[in-house]
């Protein structure tokens, strides 16, 4: 008897091999869709969680500025540029420094909210206003990706023409689990109101639904302000919003005044009917919820 031929392995023929590499790429076929929604998945919590860290700093700054939230220099609806729509963040940053991961969504790959963090001596237009705070160079022009709006009418300072609309104490706000304090925006701060306030009472509704060249749009069409393409018109409607840019399975994270975050649609965010609509955030102080 032949030990070595009793002993010898049988290969595998190619058949074989041909079967194997069949059923590994069935599994990857099966295994690569849940894996990848297990990450977007992943990245809608980091989201929601970067959201409600940016609302706890709003409610730290309040205990220091007698129930107040920072007011920015500029009362231009749109924040009057890079510089003064960014300043009520600005100044919540600065009370710690932390890191700038925490204004970016991990699913936000639009280059259009990518914005330069310092600019020249005297600059209060173009840029965030931070270099002096994450660079040895206060005229760092490095951009820094900005995911998330804070709610304009919380943050513009108030006047007997915008009084109706406008509060800086956040003790005026009476129903917190409503009240958007930060949301993933197309710009960088988020309004909801229908009232007409100079000559932008249309420049509205325009949480996360818009990106470049119509960051002021709501994204069915050339909504634009100005600029190419030139303004064609403003939305009407339910049908005229998208949920495009809502990055989280259709859906946009929005954190609330109470400290929850939790994913919304476009629909929940945006009323265009005051009476029928199903909006589930309010804006304004003098808002109720439905």
Known sequence: ?????????????????????????????????????????????ACATNLRSLTQLVYVYSQNWDN?????????????????????SQVLLSLDKRPLKVM??????????????????????????????????????????ISYGINSNMTIAVTPATS???NNRLNAYKYPSATLVYAESSWLNCR?????????????????????PDRLAW?????TTG???????TPAGPNDVSNKYARHAGKVNVAFLDGHAEGLTSRETVDFD???????????????PK
């Open 68 to 88: 107040t939230v920072p007011v920015r220099p500029s009362g231009a609806v749109g924040g009057g540029g890079i510089y003064g729509a960014f300043y009520a």
């Open 164 to 166: 109706t609309v406008m």
């Open 104 to 145: 970016a969504c991990p699913s936000d790959t639009d280059d259009s909210r990518l914005y330069p963090m310092g600019g020249p001596s005297g600059d209060t237009t173009s840029h965030l206003n931070i270099a002096s705070l994450y660079s040895e160079n206060p005229a760092d022009t490095t951009g820094v990706r």
């Open 274 to 288: 005051p009476v029928n609509g199903t909006a589930r955030v309010i804006y304004t102080y003098t808002e109720r």
């Open 1 to 45: 008897m032949n030990l070595l031929s009793s002993t010898r392995r049988r290969a595998f023929t190619l058949i074989e091999l041909l079967v194997v590499v069949a059923i590994i790429a069935v599994l990857i076929a099966i295994l690569l869709p849940s894996l990848g929604r297990a990450r977007e998945s992943a990245r809608g919590v």
């Open 192 to 212: 909801g109101y229908r009232n007409t306030i100079g000559d932008q009472g249309e420049l509205r509704y325009r949480t996360a639904f818009a990106a470049y």
């Open 227 to 233: 600029g190419s393409p030139p303004t064609n018109s």
């Open 219 to 223: 994204s069915n069409g050339p909504f």
